[in-house]
C-alpha cells in the first residue's frame, strides 16, 4: 500500500495545457522528462523557423516562389504534428493514469 495519496488528472486540463505549450499537460501529468523534451523541440523549431521565415516575408512575389517558404512550411508541419501530437498524448495519458488509480 502506497502512503502518498494519487490525484486523479483532469484529461480536458492535460489537453488545454498541451494546446497551449506541448510539454505542459505531460508535466501536468507528472511526465516531467517527457514534457520537457516536447517544450524544448517546440522552443527548437520556433527558434530554428525564424531566419526562414524573416527571409521568406521580406521577399516579394508569389508566396511560394518566396525563398525559404519549403522550410517554413515544413517547420509549420513539424510545429503542428508536434503540437498534435502533445495534445492526445496528454489527454491518453490523464486517462490512463485515472483508470490505474480506479483499479485495484
Do not use: C, H, W
Not at 34 to 42: D, F, M, R
Request: charged share 20%; hydrophobic share 50%; glycine share 6%.
Amino acid at each position: 500500500m502506497r502512503s502518498e495519496k494519487i490525484k486523479r488528472k483532469n484529461p480536458l486540463v492535460a489537453l488545454l495545457l498541451s494546446a497551449v505549450l506541448p510539454g505542459l499537460g505531460q508535466i501536468y501529468n507528472t511526465q516531467i522528462l517527457k514534457g520537457l523534451v516536447l517544450i524544448a523541440l517546440n522552443f527548437a523549431i520556433s527558434f530554428l523557423v525564424k531566419e526562414p521565415l524573416i527571409l521568406m516575408l521580406e521577399s516579394s512575389g508569389p508566396l511560394e516562389d518566396r525563398p525559404g517558404f519549403i522550410v517554413v512550411l515544413g517547420y509549420a508541419v513539424a510545429g503542428l504534428a508536434l503540437l498534435i501530437f502533445s495534445m492526445i498524448d496528454a489527454k491518453k495519458t490523464a486517462d490512463t493514469l485515472n483508470k490505474d488509480i480506479e483499479s485495484p
